[in-house]
Nanobody
Framework: QVQLVESGGGLVQPGGSLRLSCAASGNIFSINVMGWYRQAPGKQRELVAIVTRGGSTTYADSVKGRFTISRDNAKGTVYLQMDSLKPEDTAVYYC??????????WGQGTQVTVSS
C-alpha cells in the first residue's frame, strides 16, 4: 500500500527556516518524480519544487534561491529545505509521488505558517 507521510511543518518567523520531510512506502523503486506542492487559503494548489529520480530539479520562481529540494532514492524520502521564509509562503504543503506508468499519490499535508 502506497503511503506518503510528511513532517516538519510549523510556525516560524519571517526570515526563518524549516525543513520538511516526506517518507514514501510501498514499492519505492517504482517512484519517478517526487515533489512538494502547496495550497494557501482561497488559492489553488501550486507546484513548489520537484526532483526526478536522476536528480534533476524544478522550482517555482517564487522560491528559487530560498528553497532546496533533495531526495534519497534508497529510502524513498524527499526533503524541502526552506530558508528566508516569507509570510506569503504560508500554506499547507503536500508531498507528491509520481510513479513510472503514471500513477500519482499525495500526502496528507503539513501546515507551514510564517508569521511574527
Amino acid at each position: 500500500q502506497v503511503q506518503l507521510v510528511e513532517s516538519g511543518g510549523g510556525l516560524v518567523q519571517p526570515g526563518g527556516s524549516l525543513r520538511l520531510s516526506c517518507a514514501a512506502s510501498g514499492n519505492i523503486f517504482s517512484i519517478n518524480v517526487m515533489g512538494w506542492y502547496r495550497q494557501a487559503p482561497g488559492k489553488q494548489r501550486e507546484l513548489v519544487a520537484i526532483v526526478t529520480r536522476g536528480g534533476s530539479t524544478t522550482y517555482a520562481d517564487s522560491v528559487k534561491g530560498r528553497f532546496t529540494i533533495s531526495r534519497d532514492n534508497a529510502k524513498g524520502t524527499v526533503y524541502l529545505q526552506m530558508d528566508s521564509l516569507k509570510p506569503e509562503d504560508t500554506a499547507v504543503y503536500y508531498c507528491n509521488r509520481g510513479d513510472w506508468g503514471g500513477r500519482n499519490y499525495w500526502g496528507q499535508g503539513t501546515q507551514v505558517t510564517v508569521s511574527s
